[in-house]
């Protein structure tokens, strides 16, 4: 299997470069055909069953929730390391999205989206497993003494006890064996760094065990001077793998056998390198119903529909023909990238939704910059074929950049975040890709097959702005100190209020069961809290019992039980249980996602400082920073809970902005390029701003429309989430004309000056 997914995947990508390399106008339509084909299909097979394949996560869908214990006497250090373990064990790649909280002082709640029968016995699993590790010698002679001591001719010898051996029998199933070990372990798990599933020379799953420099020192010594015997891997008593040592191993050990499904591997492999230092007791499962509630989500639904209605009239409206290509290349955009989480097995929450609108307005945004050059150049008398190569071809660096600008900083939220910013940034660099194949394969071959049927002998389209002719960097002394003085007012708000702004995701608060007689719509409930000024969160009800669950700030548990009496007599509202619970993102969370998004802000700054140079990138981090700080402070002015939900649209506005930075810096640079020796900085600047004017305000209405569809169609939290991304759009529209230039240009003045003065000979005395 694994040996057919890289074959399929080399032969993808030589079919690729030969689409770009092709010169024959024939052969590059056929193979890029091909290309598109062959990716579409891989896509739809990757969906279906689409149930199976992408989840809906705790806000859409609903899960289940169990209540977990530290057993014995744990040590002050002990919750901390049990939640952390938990959230690795179940949510490795941040795809799962849980929710994982601490209770108290020894207690754990663990919320997991949508679990079948199945899943929920391996959940339960990986959540109370201690995984201890031990590599015990089994006795040279365990069969036969094993026999007689069944059969009560010997005793068991000393030093060595017999343990259960899970080892395949059939391929219907497992049966348990017996095996006697010694009692003293050879290696414990400390020494294992990490533990990965693997395959055996026949495409059987396998675990591989790496061992860190001194377990595998260890394991050197131990198999050297043991070649010949068995050595049993022990896992919590359980003999999971017992080989004969044929040679000396220092590097990795291999758990193989047992008829293990890929799951079972991966499950094994999580537990390996995730052990408990103490033991967990599960107290309680239930269901719980989604927590935005049925009427949110339809809502929600109906305001993606809207959006994504209004940006196809747009599209088609403004660049007819064009437009229409540049819809069915959304369409298969938005394919690919369903087909892509398909395949990791993606859990889709409204975080993760943010990642897909991002990548979504950055197709258009793609497309509307192709069209722009197409028009540049037909403007000036070029044919419709060679203009649509040209426009191509000139629209390719701006593209590129933007994404790979993105992906950098998104790689490193995969390797160094976790839980939902590892999300987030696994569907941002699965959308970029798809991104990058819809607009620069599937609708450049889809015009070529145009072209060759005769259909595009003459291209048409709207036009908004006759060559603007604007001074931006005119208006920078009033438009810079006056974003300065509102990012200051709205930061400062932030700070000063951080205390009644951070809800409960960050702060913790109390968690709240309730009994009911008659059950109210969730939608209801959130409203009738808001209007008290009690911002509920991971509100839900629980699908066993009448039990309503929800969480609020610490000290407005029972004020929202009494509003909830006063505003819904009818229900029989009642306080069954109130429990103080800590913080979904903890301090190791807050700390890696702020190292991460810090080396990715980095990340950014170095490349588009090579790409470019450096006074072009400190602007844009700059403005960068601006619209993210501003949509920060204008919803602090606002008096919005920051929740999950808010990072999540925090995040999408910190890609967007570097990509409009980006565009325009493109053209900048270019008429730098070409006009430079002709023209003053400001005078290039302007005119490079000018000339993506029009696509800006092209791209930026999309979104705008899609945002303001989801704000006025959407519920309670998603239109917060959509207002959010609405400050941060045009946040970004004003900063990338009317502060990122200003930077530009002063840092350019200052580089200018600096390098004058520095050619000025030494006059000699």
Same mark, same amino acid.
């Given at each position: ?274 052990? =408990?230092?103490? #033991?967990?007791? %599960? +107290?309680? *499962?239930? @269901?719980?119903? !989604?927590?935005? $509630? ?111 600008? =993105?992906?950098? #900083?998104?790689? %490193? +939220?995969? *390797?160094? @975040?976790?839980? !939902?910013?590892? $999300? ?225 649209a925090f995040l999408t506005i910190l890609g967007y902005s570097i990509n409009e930075k980006i565009v325009i810096s493109d053209r900048i640079r270019e008429t730098l390029k070409f006009k430079g020796a002709n023209l003053s900085f400001k005078e290039i ?81």
């Amino acid at each position: 299997m694994l040996f057919v997914s890289f074959s399929t995947a080399l032969l993808f990508l030589v079919t690729l470069i030969w689409y770009f390399t092709a010169s024959d106008d024939r052969t590059k339509r056929w193979v890029g055909l091909a290309c598109s084909f062959f990716i579409l299909i891989n896509a739809v097979f990757s969906l279906f069953p689409p149930a199976e394949k992408i989840k809906l996560g705790l806000d859409l869908k609903g899960g289940t929730a169990f209540l977990l214990e530290l057993q014995g006497e744990p040590s002050a250090g002990a919750l901390d390391q049990a939640i952390g373990v938990i959230r690795k064990r179940i949510d490795k790649f941040g795809l799962s999205e849980p929710i994982i909280q601490p209770m108290g002082k020894r207690r754990i709640s663990v919320q997991i989206p949508g679990l079948s029968e199945s899943e929920k016995a391996a959940a339960k699993e990986q959540l109370s497993k201690v995984a201890k590790l031990e590599f015990r010698l089994v006795h040279p002679d365990t069969d036969k003494l094993l026999a007689a001591i069944q059969s009560g001719q010997e005793k068991i010898p000393l030093g060595y006890e017999i343990l259960p051996f899970s080892q395949a029998e059939s391929k219907e199933g497992k049966s348990e064996s017996l095996i006697l070990v010694r009692k003293r372990e050879e290696m414990g798990g400390k020494y294992v760094r990490r533990a990965f599933r693997g395959f055996d020379e026949v495409g059987r799953p396998t675990v591989v065990i790496e061992f860190n420099e001194a377990g595998a020192k260890r394991f050197g010594e131990i198999t050297s001077n043991n070649i010949g015997k068995r050595l049993a891997i022990v896992l919590d008593g359980e003999v999971k793998s017992a080989p004969v040592i044929q040679t000396a191993i220092f590097k990795n050990a291999v758990i193989s056998g047992g008829n293990m499904t890929p799951k079972e591997a991966e499950d094994l492999a999580s537990v390996l390198e995730n052990p =408990l230092e103490t #033991p967990v007791k %599960i +107290l309680e *499962e239930r @269901g719980v119903d !989604p927590s935005l $509630g049925k009427d949110s989500i339809i809502s929600g639904i109906n305001a993606a529909l809207a959006a994504f209605a209004s940006v196809v009239l747009f599209m088609v409206f403004y660049y007819r023909l064009a437009g229409i290509v540049a819809v069915v290349a959304l369409l298969v955009n938005l394919l690919l990238l369903l087909g892509l989480l398909a395949q990791f097995h993606f859990t889709l929450t409204l975080p993760g939704i943010a990642g897909i609108i991002l990548t979504i307005g950055m197709a258009v945004d793609a497309n509307v910059l192709i069209y722009e050059r197409i028009r540049d150049e037909l403007e000036v008398g070029v044919n419709v074929k060679n203009a649509i190569f040209i426009g191509f071809n000139k629209a390719f660096s701006a593209i590129f950049d933007s994404n790979v600008s =993105l992906i950098i #900083p998104s790689i %490193i +939220l995969m *390797e160094l @975040g976790s839980g !939902p910013l590892q $999300g987030f940034a696994v569907t941002l660099v699965l959308g970029i890709v798809a991104n990058l194949f819809a607009a620069l394969v599937f609708s450049r071959n889809l015009f070529e097959w145009l072209l060759s049927w005769g259909m595009l002998r003459k291209l048409s389209m709207m036009k908004f702005l006759h060559k603007p002719n604007f001074d931006f960097i005119k208006w920078s002394w009033i438009t810079v100190p006056a974003a300065a003085i509102l990012l200051a007012v709205g930061i400062a708000t932030f700070f000063l209020r951080s205390g009644e702004l951070l809800g409960v995701d960050f702060s913790g608060g109390d968690s709240l069961t309730v009994a009911y007689k008659q059950a109210v719509p969730v939608a209801k409930v959130r409203q009738a809290l808001e209007e008290e000024k009690i911002h509920p969160s991971l509100l839900q009800y629980s699908r066993e019992g009448n039990q309503l669950v929800y969480q609020v700030r610490y000290g407005e548990g029972e004020k929202s039980v009494n509003v909830l009496k006063e505003k819904f007599p009818q229900a029989g509202f009642s306080l069954s249980r109130m429990d103080s619970v800590g913080p979904v993102v903890g301090d190791e969370l807050k700390h890696r996602a702020g190292l991460a998004l810090s080396l990715g802000l980095l990340a950014i700054l170095i490349y588009v400082s090579l790409r470019y140079e450096w006074s072009f990138a400190l602007a844009a981090a700059l403005g960068q920073l601006h619209d993210v700080l501003l949509a920060i402070g204008i919803m602090a002015l606002l008096g919005k809970e920051f929740d999950m939900y808010l990072i999540g649209a925090f995040l999408t506005i910190l890609g967007y902005s570097i990509n409009e930075k980006i565009v325009i810096s493109d053209r900048i640079r270019e008429t730098l390029k070409f006009k430079g020796a002709n023209l003053s900085f400001k005078e290039i600047i302007n005119e490079g701003i000018n000339k993506t004017l029009a696509r800006t305000i092209m791209t930026g209405g999309t979104v705008v429309l899609a945002t303001i569809s989801m704000l006025i169609l959407g519920g309670f939290v998603i239109s917060v989430f959509a207002l959010a991304i609405l400050i941060g759009v045009l946040a970004g529209m004003f900063s990338s004309h009317l502060i990122t230039p200003a930077l530009l240009y002063w840092f350019h003045g200052l580089a200018e000056k600096k390098r004058k003065k520095i050619s000025i000979p030494t006059q000699a005395v």
